[in-house]
């Protein structure tokens, strides 16, 4: 299993950045795909998650509802994280994660820093 992130940078408060994950050797019908995120000398937190393509529930940490959506092309097998409304507090290195069977997977992390 690879996850493959992109879509971190720089971005103003108020502004949004769209984050994408590909998975390898991984679908949604094997688990799940979440993303977490870890700011300085905090512990790393869950943000956003999406079950299997045949359930498509989707889950959302309180900070993030509202701001955050979650989404997936499962053709492309491509999990993406649209963050709107960013905050400066959303700063952190996010993760894309995936579990099947109780095993977790991890993609490389990304910065997004939200300036004030």
């Known amino acids: 299993v690879q996850l493959q992130a992109s879509g971190g940078g720089l971005v103003q408060a108020g502004g949004s950045l769209r984050r994408s994950c590909a998975a390898s050797g991984f679908t949604l019908d094997d688990g799940a795909i979440a993303w977490f995120r870890q700011a300085p000398g905090k512990e790393r937190e869950g943000v956003s998650c999406i079950y299997s393509s045949a359930n498509g529930g989707t889950n959302y940490a309180d900070s993030v509802k509202g701001r955050f959506t979650i989404s997936s092309d499962c053709a492309k097998n491509i999990v993406y994280l649209q963050m709107n409304s960013l905050k400066p507090e959303d700063t952190a290195v996010y993760y894309c994660?995936?579990?099947?069977?109780?095993?977790?997977?991890w993609g490389q992390g990304t910065l997004v820093t939200v300036s004030s």
């Open positions: 994660n995936a579990v099947r069977a109780g095993v977790d997977y």
